[in-house]
C-alpha cells in the first residue's frame, strides 16, 4: 500500500486495458491520467473501476504534466504513498517489478529511481519497432550515469519527487533526464536493474513516425542542454555537438562547397558510413548480433537529420516562449 501507480495515455485503446490489467493484478493504488482522447481509454478505465483523472484541455498537454497531477491525486488519496511507479499507457508491467524495485530502495538510501529492462512486445512487426527494442537492450545495468537512462517508466522516491517539485512541465519531451539531471545535483542516484520491468507496445509502422521520434528526440537535447548544460556535460552536450556536426554543419560544407570545390566537397559525404562503421562496432562489442548492428548504425546515422530539424525547433520555441508538445503516434 505504499505504492501508488501512475499510468498516463491519450488514445492508447486495448493496449490502454492490457496496461492497466497488469498493473491491477499487483495493486489498487491506481490512477489513469488522460490527455484528451478522443477514444475510450476513459470508457476502458472506469469500467475496470480505475480512478481515472482527466486533464483540462485548456492547457497544453504533455507528459510532464499528465505524470505530475496523476502524482498530485494520488498523494491526497494514498497518504501511507512512499513510491510512486509511473507508467505509459501502452506498456505492461511485469509482475515482479514492484517488489523487486522496492526492495532495492530498502538497501540503497541514495537511490531517486529504480528501473529495469524495458522490452519491445513485437520487435518483429516493423523495424522501427525493432530499432526501439535495440535502443533499450544498449543501455547497461548498474548506476546511470547518463541521466537519459531514466525513462517514463520508474519506480521513484515519493519524498524525492515532491522535494524535486516533479517534472518540469515545460519540458514537452526528455522531460524524464530533465529530472535525473535534477536528481542527480541533489546527490541522489538512478540505477537500472538487471530484471525485467515492463513490455511496450511501440507501434511503429511508418519511416514518419519514425522520423517525427527523432525529431522529438532533437528538441528535447536542445532543451536539456538549454536548462543544464554544464550538469550533463559528459552526455546530452556531446550529442548536441555530433547532431549540430552531422546533420547541420556537414551538409551545409558539402552543399555550398559543391560548386567552389567542383564536385570535391562530395567526398565528406564519405564521413557517415565511417560514422556507421564506428557505431556497428560500438554495438558489437555490447554482444548485439551483426544484422541488428547494421539495422542500428544505420539508422542512428541517419537520425541526425531529423534530429537536427528537432533541435531548431527547439531553437524556434525557445525565441518564441511557446512549447507545443511533438507526437509520433
Known amino acids: 500500500m505504499d505504492v501508488g501507480v501512475v499510468v498516463i495515455g491519450r488514445n492508447e485503446g486495448r493496449r490502454l486495458e492490457k496496461c492497466l490489467r497488469s498493473v491491477a493484478a499487483l495493486t489498487r493504488s491506481i490512477v489513469y491520467v488522460d490527455s484528451g ?106 548506476d546511470l550515469t547518463d541521466r537519459a537512462g531514466l525513462g517514463g517508466i520508474a519506480l521513484v522516491r515519493a519524498d524525492v519527487f515532491r522535494q524535486l517539485n516533479g517534472f518540469n512541465a515545460r519540458v514537452i519531451a526528455g522531460e524524464e533526464r530533465e529530472l535525473g539531471v535534477r536528481m542527480g545535483r541533489a546527490g541522489y542516484k538512478i540505477v537500472k536493474l538487471d530484471v525485467s520491468m515492463a513490455l511496450h507496445d511501440a507501434d511503429i509502422h511508418r519511416f514518419r513516425q519514425w522520423w517525427n521520434r527523432a525529431v522529438r528526440s532533437g528538441h528535447a537535447i536542445g532543451q536539456s542542454v538549454k536548462l543544464y548544460g554544464n550538469a550533463i556535460k559528459r552526455n546530452d552536450v556531446r550529442k548536441r555537438r555530433s547532431i549540430l556536426f552531422w546533420g547541420g554543419l556537414l551538409p551545409l560544407v558539402v552543399l555550398t562547397g559543391v560548386v567552389p570545390t567542383g564536385g570535391w566537397s562530395l567526398g565528406l559525404l564519405l564521413g557517415y558510413p565511417l560514422l556507421g562503421v564506428r557505431i556497428y562496432r ?40 511557446s512549447f507545443q508538445i511533438i507526437e509520433y503516434k
Open 37 to 142: 482522447s478522443t477514444d475510450d481509454s476513459v470508457a476502458i478505465a472506469r469500467n475496470m473501476r480505475i480512478d481515472v483523472h482527466e486533464l483540462d484541455a485548456s492547457q497544453p498537454f504533455s507528459a510532464a504534466r499528465a505524470r505530475n497531477e496523476g502524482f498530485a491525486y494520488l498523494q491526497q488519496r494514498l497518504s501511507s504513498m512512499a513510491f510512486v511507479q509511473f507508467i505509459d499507457g501502452d506498456c505492461e508491467l511485469a509482475a515482479e517489478w514492484l517488489t523487486v524495485a522496492r526492495n532495492t530502495f530498502a538497501e540503497h538510501g541514495d537511490y531517486a529511481a529504480v528501473v529495469g529492462h524495458l522490452r519491445e512486445m513485437h520487435p518483429d512487426a516493423s523495424i522501427y519497432n525493432r530499432l526501439c527494442a535495440l535502443e533499450w537492450a544498449s543501455l547497461p545495468t548498474g
Open 282 to 321: 560500438y554495438c558489437r562489442s555490447l554482444g548485439i548480433g551483426r544484422e541488428d548492428s547494421r539495422l542500428y548504425s544505420g539508422f542512428i546515422t541517419l537520425s541526425k537529420f531529423p534530429e537536427a530539424v528537432g533541435l531548431l525547433k527547439f531553437y524556434k520555441n525557445n525565441l518564441n516562449g
